[in-house]
T-cell receptor, first 108, second 114 residues
Framework: QQQVKQSPQSLIVQKGGISIINCAYE??????FPWYQQFPGKGPALLIA???DVSEKKEGRFTISFNKSAKQFSLHIMDSQPGDSATYFC???????WGAGTKLIIKP | DGGITQSPKYLFRKEGQNVTLSCEQN?????MYWYRQDPGQGLRLIYY???????QKGDIAEGYSVSREKKESFPLTVTSAQKNPTAFYLC?????????????FGEGSRLTVL
């Protein structure tokens, strides 16, 4: 079965630090690599996404890095803020398959 | 405002009862999805529908049923055959038929079986 493996499961970062979350996929047919952000009791919301024709995409403090040969993509949150504390998910295969999530806590 | 509306937000059910969760969207999206979320786990796909009157099973469809009679609506029934139905259920919609794009989610329905 196709999988999307996300790590770490949880992450604690000091305010102002860099948060890094990773996602590995198996199926080379995936052609859309999103990161979603979810706050407690809410549905996920798209944070940033990348297509395989580029290796990096930046939107404000959020960056996706994509490594096609390694079949991995990662989310970098620069200058992490307490408001970034949430659970983050990667997804694949037209978003029919999701990673297990990373609970991010930013300590003030 | 355009969006996805799920109801009820909280639902309690006795064992052996069927319950139906509502999902309505006014985004004019073709595709709609139902996911289940358990603590510490990612979203698992129950069913999805690309067009009216058609839907496909996801990874965990057993014990669930859906219908897609209208483009705007995609209700999910949790039947008594679902062995462990207590979970957070999320409905989403998206454009289909072109490049994959953003999923728009509702705020979820939390089902508790007593």
């Amino acid at each position: 079965q196709q999988q999307v493996k996300q790590s770490p499961q949880s992450l604690i970062v000091q305010k102002g630090g860099i948060s890094i979350i990773n996602c590995a996929y198996e199926n080379t047919a995936f052609d859309y690599f999103p990161w979603y952000q979810q706050f407690p009791g809410k549905g996920p919301a798209l944070l940033i996404a990348i297509r395989p024709d580029v290796s990096e995409k930046k939107e404000g403090r959020f960056t996706i890095s994509f490594n096609k040969s390694a079949k991995q993509f990662s989310l970098h949150i620069m200058d992490s803020q307490p408001g970034d504390s949430a659970t983050y998910f990667c997804a694949g295969n037209y978003q029919l398959i999701w990673g297990a999530g990373t609970k991010l806590i930013i300590k003030p | 405002d355009g969006g996805i509306t799920q109801s009820p937000k909280y639902l309690f059910r006795k064992e052996g009862q069927n319950v139906t969760l509502s999902c309505e969207q006014n985004l004019n999206h073709d595709a709609m999805y139902w996911y289940r979320q358990d603590p510490g786990q990612g979203l698992r796909l129950i069913y999805y529908s690309q067009i009216v009157n058609d839907f496909q099973k996801g990874d965990i469809a057993e014990g669930y049923s859906v219908s897609r009679e209208k483009k705007e609506s995609f209700p999910l029934t949790v039947t008594s055959a679902q062995k462990n139905p207590t979970a957070f259920y999320l409905c989403a919609s998206s454009i289909w038929g072109q490049d994959p794009g953003e999923l728009f989610f509702g705020e979820g329905s939390r089902l508790t079986v007593l």
